[in-house]
């Protein structure tokens, strides 16, 4: 050993003698390692990111070999004082103090935007910039809840006006079924342009894309690539498809990690349909839903024998028998295209006034919803991988359309004479099976061709459509892996009875359903708490699970009486636990 080496390890032994003599004598030195709060026997807290636990003397012989060891707050591979981590590797204090994050690295100075909350810092996010929760100050900004420890701001509270973390509206207030909820997320349909007023609907079909919506092209068609209710549909040829984050469709070697059916952040899948962290994600192909919902568009119409009004269709409330061959094989621009031009049809009356029963014209009144299908169970009460609706008194337009605006009767008691179309999407597998129960007319088509014709005014009949044999695969040009459409187009023409029972089997795709840890109970990174409410306020824990104002949080809360914080929750300084001076 050197001689200047030996006076180094004389000095720090003497430093440290004089330390331990001072500890005895009841000295007022302060400690260069501050108390973590957790009282005389619990270890202090290390700032520096490393596993010491801060226990145990430190080596002479360690400190300053650049290894974090037993009793080290840092060691940044020297003895010098004044860079951050002192000849006793203990974090050094200064202008907003040092932080030491990488043993046998140089400290740094702990600056706003760091990530680190200093001494002086109300908060710390990792930037220096303003409007998200902690200012280029390092100040918290009004409306919001900063991690005690530094880390990204969340919204203080649902209900105060202000627009913060991940809240999508606000309302002013913190109920649901308003268009803002109770989390201060859109719900469907509305939109909340400005905060502390109340939110209205937006309207699918007037071409501008607001609240909810993911597109609007200004019609109720549907396979155009933008639903009528402004949803994004899948777009494909031939089973090749262009990912589209937001279609509800994550394609076979997709670089998609998620897709669950919209384009909103903060809600597990993101707008880039990237997995977001604080959120339990699953591919509901794996684990079936309860229930499916599918888009449906209906249109209305004034049946035949209703003379006096100019909008009657000659095709409704007028002949009857089962009629096969009515449309072609296959569909021409999403539409079942008429087949008897030119020759004698029993129950319809010309192209023209076929092509308006799936399309809007002055002739109809249209009405856009979902179809629920729920899933059915085996006899153990195992889910299946079959869904069904069935109604057998199929009446969606009573009480609307023409019947609703006076210009037809309603007829035992229903608005008969409407037409139906609903579309899903699949990846084949060869598995697949369609079943229908129905009246009037009903035709499914399958990557555009016609699979199943039950054309006419009829009582109810049954039709199946089964892909499992290799010859359905050739006949409706599908291979396995590709993503094909299935579409029903169903027609009620005559005042009798109306059944409607549609039955997928198999038809799955991969999809993402996210739900949120926050909330569940349980504390899990990087969640600070989570009492399941996390109703925010003083002592609580708050929404986006980090702890709402406190005593030991270094912000002085006047207005909850507190007229001292130091930060921690010791109650052997000048500062109490409670947040009160102390005294004696």
Known sequence: MSESQCSSRLSRLAALSLLLILAACGSDIVDPKPDGGGGPNTPDASTDGGTDGGTGPVDPEDCGNGTLQAGEMCDDGNLNDGDGCSSLCAIETGENGWICRTPGQPCMRNVCGDGVRGAKEACDDFNARSGDGCSATCTVESGWNCPSTGGNCQAAQCGDAIVAGDEECEDGNAAAGDGCSATCRLEEGFKCPTPGQACSRTTCGDRKVEGTEQCDDGNNDMGDGCSPLCKREPSCTNGNCTAICGDNLILPGSTEECDDGNVRDNDGCSSQCKLESGFQCKQIESEPPPEVKIPVVYRDFIGNDQTGQAQRHTDFENKNGSEKGIVKEDLVNNKPAYAKAGVTSSTTHGEALFNQWYTDSARSKTYVEQLTLTQEK???????????????????????????????????????????????????????????????????????????????????????????????????????????????????????????????????????????????????????????????????????????????????????????????????????????????
């Open 378 to 584: 085996d006899g153990q009460g195992k889910p299946t991988g079959t869904y069904v609706f069935s109604n057998s008194n199929f009446f969606p337009l009573d009480k609307k359309g023409w019947v609703a605006s006076g210009n037809e009767p309603e007829r035992s008691g229903h608005n008969f004479s409407f037409t139906s179309e609903v579309r899903y999407w699949f990846e084949y597998k060869g598995t697949e099976k369609l079943s229908f129960t129905g009246d009037d007319d009903v035709w499914v088509f399958v990557n555009k061709k016609l699979a199943l014709d039950l054309g006419g005014v009829h009582s109810a009949e049954n039709g199946t459509v089964d892909l499992t044999p290799a010859s359905a695969a050739t006949k409706y040009n599908l291979r396995k892996g590709g993503v094909y459409e299935a579409v029903v187009f169903q027609a009620e023409r005559h005042t009798n009875a109306s059944n409607y029972r549609l039955t997928l089997a198999n038809f799955t795709t991969k999809r993402t359903e996210c739900t949120s840890s926050c909330g569940d109970g349980q504390v899990q990174p990087p969640e600070e708490c989570d009492t399941g409410t996390n109703p925010g306020g003083y002592g609580q824990c708050a929404p986006g699970c980090i702890w709402g104002p406190r005593c030991g949080d270094g912000v002085v809360q006047e207005a909850f009486g507190e007229s001292c914080d130091d930060g921690n929750g010791d109650n052997d300084d000048l500062c109490s636990n409670t947040c009160k001076p102390r005294i004696g």
